[in-house]
């Protein structure tokens, strides 16, 4: 962690637990973005301020059921699928999306820098619609969107 005078003196002054020491090596041997959010252990997304999926951990992927190359760079509904985003006006302009919970607690992150807890959203897709509740926080000038839970309430009836 650095030196101490005297030098010479090889006497244990301090130290740290396994999981702190890993996390300090990794970040000094230069951690990727996408490993950091590998970290938390629920779905994550970092927006960017064009609404567009910027990052992704591994659980947000798998959620998704999708590599990293089909949902970065993608509009949040089109990742997720939403029904209304392969309308023809796309993602965000359906008249659908005025009303979208998921796009407002985004947009209202963005604009206020302030934290959502556990918001309760619904997601109409092919599979069905889906429950689920989010946490949002404002990070360096992105949303990082947190599934904390993800419910099928009604599936589809073309199963």
């Known amino acids: 962690m650095g030196e101490k005078q005297p030098i010479e003196d090889t006497r244990q002054t301090h130290g740290m637990c396994s999981d702190c020491h890993s996390r300090v090596m990794r970040q000094l041997e230069g951690i990727s973005f996408a490993d950091l959010l590998d970290d938390f252990d629920k779905p994550v997304a970092i927006i960017n301020e064009e609404g567009r999926i910027a ?46 919970t998921v796009r407002n607690l985004v947009e209202d992150t963005q604009r206020t820098k302030k934290s959502s807890t556990k918001t309760r959203v619904f997601l109409k897709t092919d599979e069905g619609e889906l429950e689920i509740l989010l946490s949002t926080s404002y990070v360096d000038e992105m949303v990082r969107i947190v599934f904390e839970e993800i419910t099928l309430v009604s599936p589809s009836g073309n199963a």
């Open 55 to 100: 990052a992704a951990n591994n659980k947000a992927l798998q959620m998704l059921g999708k590599p990293l190359e089909e949902v970065q760079g993608f509009l949040g509904g089109e990742a997720m699928e939403c029904a209304y985003a392969r309308l023809p006006e796309g993602c965000g302009n359906t008249i659908h999306c005025s009303a979208c």
